[in-house]
């Protein structure tokens, strides 16, 4: 199975029905789509900010049955040997864990950021906008 790796940006896109929202429906109706643990929280803090209260925002992520990775020890150490070289493009460490995680499991990340587009490390991106 091909996996795709979601940025915080692009399941955002997706639950508030965004520009660029469809291959990122597509890669979790497939079952292909995961995100890592960071990400997911960033996604809670977003959508808490601009309003959507606890219970509809657990209801509507625990509908997506997204698989969530943990930030283990390993992808930590990943995502935090990735600073130097991000740190030009002005990557957050959320971005770095998602870019660990993709490059760990081979798989194409989605995102809505364009900067993202510079990066030459191991993981393919694909930006929705």
């Given at each position: 199975?091909?996996?795709?790796?979601?940025?915080?940006?692009?399941?955002?896109?997706?639950?508030?029905?965004?520009?660029?929202?469809?291959?990122?429906?597509?890669?979790?109706?497939?079952?292909?789509?995961l995100i890592g643990a960071p990400?997911?929280?960033?996604?809670?803090?977003?959508?808490?900010?601009?309003?959507?209260?606890?219970?509809?925002?657990?209801?509507?992520?625990?509908?997506?049955?997204?698989?969530?990775?943990?930030?283990?020890?390993?992808?930590a150490l990943e995502a935090g040997?990735?600073?130097?070289?991000?740190?030009?493009?002005?990557?957050?460490?959320?971005?770095?864990?998602?870019?660990?995680?993709?490059?760990?499991?081979?798989?194409?990340?989605?995102?809505?950021?364009?900067?993202?587009?510079k990066w030459k490390g191991k993981?393919?991106?694909?930006?929705?906008?």
């Open positions: 199975m091909n996996r795709t790796v979601l940025d915080a940006s692009a399941l955002v896109a997706l639950l508030l029905g965004e520009p660029g929202q469809e291959p990122v429906w597509e890669a979790v109706r497939t079952g292909e789509a990400n997911w929280a960033e996604v809670v803090g977003i959508l808490g900010r601009a309003g959507l209260p606890a219970r509809e925002l657990r209801t509507a992520l625990d509908g997506l049955q997204l698989e969530v990775a943990p930030l283990d020890q390993v992808l040997l990735m600073e130097a070289r991000t740190r030009p493009l002005g990557l957050s460490l959320g971005d770095r864990c998602c870019l660990a995680l993709a490059e760990r499991e081979r798989a194409t990340v989605l995102t809505t950021d364009r900067a993202w587009l993981a393919k991106v694909v930006c929705l906008r």
